[in-house]
């Protein structure tokens, strides 16, 4: 089954405390990125990646980190993370169809972190 | 002004209605994308659209890319329908999504 997962999906935790959250594809696909979703503001990209290696900011990429060793793989992680962090977190993947119109995208479970 | 603007923000229907949710946007894009996103629960995508109009079951979906309007609209509406319905465009050199803040259904039986 094709799928983007996430883990883990709930974390509650505090100020300062280094967490990582995981993401992985089965589906081959080449951008991969973050969202957060917070209420009245929608859903905004954090980070994201074109291809292996090759990682660039979305639109609010501030304490966040990304890397992207393999294909399948896109951690996210709060190096330390503030209270201002606390949100719902959506890992992301997509191909690109053939005829160049658009891509189908595929969105995880989705994290709610708290940070206190 | 936000570059992807839905209508309206909350609509409750009664089982059996019809239902319209709309979506502008003023920026160019490649495709148009509706979302489903239940409570707690992750997002779907329901439709891509880069032209015309896409029908799934009981959703129906159209672009108008003169307009830069799109609508979703959902046929006998059902109280499993209740859900955040979210619009999003995609563009420019990396194809990035920009989201719509949603529309909440509730449809009571």
């Known amino acids: ?116 | 002004k936000n570059e992807v603007e839905q209508s309206p923000q909350n609509l409750t229907a009664q089982e059996g209605e019809f239902i319209t949710i709309n979506c502008s946007y003023s920026v160019g894009i490649s495709a148009l994308h509706w979302l489903q996103q239940h409570p707690g629960g992750g997002i779907v995508s329901l439709f891509m659209l880069s032209s015309g109009k896409k029908k799934h079951g009981r959703l129906i979906a159209t672009i108008n890319i003169q307009e830069k309007h799109s609508s979703l609209h959902i046929t006998a509406s059902h109280p499993r329908d209740s859900a955040v319905y979210i619009c999003a465009v995609g563009g420019g050199a990396t194809n990035k999504l920009i989201f719509g803040t949603g529309t909440l259904l509730a449809v009571q039986p």
């Open chain 1, 1 to 116: 089954e094709a799928q983007v997962t996430q883990n883990p999906r709930y974390l509650i935790t505090v100020t300062g405390k280094k967490l990582t959250v995981t993401c992985s594809q089965n589906m081959n696909h080449e951008y991969m990125s973050w969202y957060r979703q917070d209420p009245g503001l929608g859903l905004r990209q954090i980070y994201y990646s074109m291809n292996v290696e090759v990682t660039d900011k979305g639109d609010v990429p501030e304490g966040y980190k990304v890397s992207r060793k393999e294909k399948r793989n896109f951690p996210l992680i709060l190096e330390s993370p503030s209270p201002n962090q606390t949100s719902l977190y959506f890992c992301a993947s997509r191909r690109r169809f053939t005829n160049g119109k658009g891509y189908e995208q595929y969105f995880g479970p989705g994290t709610r972190l708290t940070v206190t």
